[in-house]
Every structure is written in C-alpha cells, then in structure tokens.
C-alpha cells in the first residue's frame, strides 16, 4: 500500500472527504518525524515503536570493483513491530 492508497482507506473508513483523509496522514506523518528528529521514540500500542539509533562506522566492500570503502557513523531510523501485531499475522 502507499501513500495515495493510505488516504483513500481512511477516508472510506471514517467517512471523511479525500482532502480531510490527506490532511490526517500528512500529520500523523509529520507528528512521527518531528519526533524522530528530536531523538524521541515514537510508540503506536498494538502497532509497534519507531525510534532513532546510532549506527557505527564500518568498511565495507564494492561487490563488483572489490575496492574497500568506509560507511560513515550516523543515526537511522528504525521500526519495530509490536508482538500483538506479529500474533496477528
């Protein structure tokens, strides 16, 4: 599913118009980001937590050159799952 999909869905769900449905995802969204980019996780009870992590420097290599190179340290973002949602599927 995307996001034009996502909005679709929850407008025929809630019974509100598309622009509305855009309004909601585009700020769930935001909330989301702005959290992350702050450095505080973000939990959805029942859905699963989405949070920023340190990753470590690394090398790595060219699968097709060989050729060594280093992958800088830096923060990603990282999703996990919630177990009532695994128990679920």
């Known amino acids: 599913m995307d ?3 996502l909005i679709n869905a929850v407008s025929q769900k809630s019974g509100i118009t598309k622009k509305e449905a855009e309004i909601a995802v585009e700020t769930v ?3 989301i ?3 992350l ?3 505080k996780p973000f939990a959805l ?3 699963g937590k989405f949070e920023v992590c340190q990753r470590e420097a690394r090398t790595q290599i060219h ?3 060989g050729e060594k190179f280093i992958i800088q340290a830096g923060k990603v973002p990282v999703f996990r799952v919630s177990k009532s949602l695994i ?3």
């Open 63 to 65: 699968p097709k050159t």
């Open 87 to 89: 128990q679920q599927m």
């Open 29 to 31: 969204i935001d909330v």
């Open 37 to 39: 980019v702050s450095g």
């Open 33 to 35: 980001t702005q959290s």
């Open 3 to 5: 996001k034009t999909k």
């Open 45 to 47: 009870i029942g859905f």
